[in-house]
């Protein structure tokens, strides 16, 4: 009994690691980035970006699960088909120093923007 007990805590703890504690290393794009989606996750997935001015992001989608097809970027009203084993290009519009994030449509896949110097 005690085993399922200490299975479900492990459990919970890299539910808690993975969705609030997991902090991915930092990225800065620049124009050769490309963010490959693939086995439910964005790499990079933690990506600095500099504040106000247009930038665009290429995402490589490897990943055939349909969920990885859309990419939200729900602050800027960004919603980009991502086509299967082609490079996507997505732009973005000036942004105000911050954190945003991206994301798939069910938040399986999550990212972070961070608009900085
Ligand atoms: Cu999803």
Redo the contacts with the bound molecule.
């Keep these: 009994m005690w085993i399922i007990n200490l299975v479900g805590v492990v459990f919970v703890g890299l539910i808690v690691w993975w969705f609030w504690l997991y902090k991915p290393n930092e990225v800065k794009a620049n124009k050769d980035l490309i963010i490959t989606v693939e086995n439910g996750v964005y790499s990079p997935s933690y990506i600095t970006v500099p504040p106000n001015q247009a930038v665009s992001l290429v995402f490589n989608r490897k990943d055939p699960a349909p969920?990885a097809e859309q990419l939200l970027i729900p602050e800027f009203n960004i919603s980009e088909s991502l086509v299967l084993n082609q490079h996507t290009r997505v732009h973005l519009p000036a942004m105000p120093t911050g954190e945003y994030e991206f994301h798939?449509?069910?938040?399986?896949?999550k990212g972070t923007l961070r608009v900085s110097e």
């Design positions: 969920c798939c449509q069910m938040k399986m896949y």
